[in-house]
């Protein structure tokens, strides 16, 4: 995916095209976090927690090939936008202060309360 972004940088579409998919991507990231800490928090057995990190590789994996076949040509880009609405970053659930403190620092978190809160 990575050589394909030069050939899309700067031309109609391409922006919007980097960006969406930078953003799923992201999402994509976030929501295997997830799973992980449910396997670790035992909500999912491990079983559960391979056939969930397996389906979300395959969503990333269609998600690199749309750039690429953009990249080529194979698809058309989209229309470009005047403005790209931001996407808001998904919070992770956390149940115990030692769970938010494994997260990168700045990470949005959802804590045991309910109440959304951000990793010191």
């Known amino acids: ?6 050939r899309l940088m700067n031309t109609p579409g391409g922006n919007a095209l980097i960006i969406d998919n930078l953003a799923t991507l992201q999402q ?3 929501k295997r976090a997830d799973v992980a ?3 670790q928090a035992g909500e999912l057995t491990a079983q559960q927690g391979i056939l969930a990190m397996r389906e979300l590789a395959k969503e990333a994996s ?3 090939q749309t ?3 953009a990249a080529i040509g194979r698809t058309p880009l989209p ?3 005047q403005s790209a609405p931001r996407n ?5 659930r956390v149940s115990t202060p030692e769970e938010a403190r494994r997260l990168p620092k ?3 978190i959802i804590l045991p309360d309910g109440t959304p809160g951000v990793v010191p």
């Open 1 to 6: 995916m990575k050589s394909s972004l030069p």
């Open 28 to 30: 994509n990231s976030m």
């Open 37 to 39: 800490m449910r396997v």
């Open 62 to 64: 269609g998600i690199n």
């Open 67 to 69: 750039i690429r076949d």
């Open 79 to 81: 229309a470009p936008r």
């Open 88 to 92: 808001p970053v998904a919070s992770i």
């Open 106 to 108: 700045g990470t949005r």
